[in-house]
């Protein structure tokens, strides 16, 4: 973490951006399907077309949370310092809409895909999300805000 003149964190200080991470998973379990196809699963169809209305649900979630953010003057970037909590909108379900709206696009491109592979790191990534950068940002975030995160996280759950 990087700490301000009065040594107090500026920022999470998060194991790598959440995106690369998602997108790193996703691509390591593409590359299995590129490298050992599956037979084609059961109803190919009905998943594709799962996979496409979840891509497209997890993007509207992501979206209005993005513009909640902004709204509030505030970076959806963990490697930028807080300028605001946000707990209305998408934040009033969860405290970290922006990673469930994320696991729900790994999802819907895992249905599209039509393959288990990208299944397959998807837990270690969920894992490395939750030790690796949500922990560390409420860590950031009860320092930063205190009083008014800690109630926060006792009325909003961390995922749903």
């Known amino acids: 973490m990087t700490d301000t003149a009065d040594g107090a964190a500026a920022t999470a200080g998060i194991l790598a951006p959440p995106p690369l991470l998602y997108l790193g998973a996703f691509f390591a ?7 050992w196809p599956t037979a ?3 109803m190919t169809g009905w998943l594709r077309g799962a996979g496409l209305v979840l891509f497209i649900a997890s ?10 953010l902004r709204r509030m003057g505030t970076s959806a970037s963990p490697r930028q310092a807080s300028a ?4 209305d909108g998408p934040f009033g379900w969860s405290r970290n809409p ?3 709206a994320m696991t729900g696009l790994y999802l819907g491109l895992t249905g599209l895909l039509a393959s288990p592979w990208p299944l397959l790191p998807l837990a270690p990534l969920l894992v490395a999300m939750h030790w690796g950068v ?10 930063r805000f205190g009083a008014a995160y800690a109630d926060y996280r006792r009325r909003v759950r961390r995922y749903l």
Request: aromatic share 16%; net charge positive; proline share 0%.
């Open 29 to 35: 379990g593409s590359l299995a399907e590129a490298l």
């Open 40 to 42: 084609s699963w059961a």
């Open 59 to 68: 993007a509207a979630f992501a979206r209005w949370a993005f513009v909640t």
């Open 84 to 87: 605001a909590l946000g707990t």
């Open 98 to 100: 922006i990673y469930v």
């Open 134 to 143: 949500i922990r560390r940002e409420e860590r950031y975030l009860h320092a």
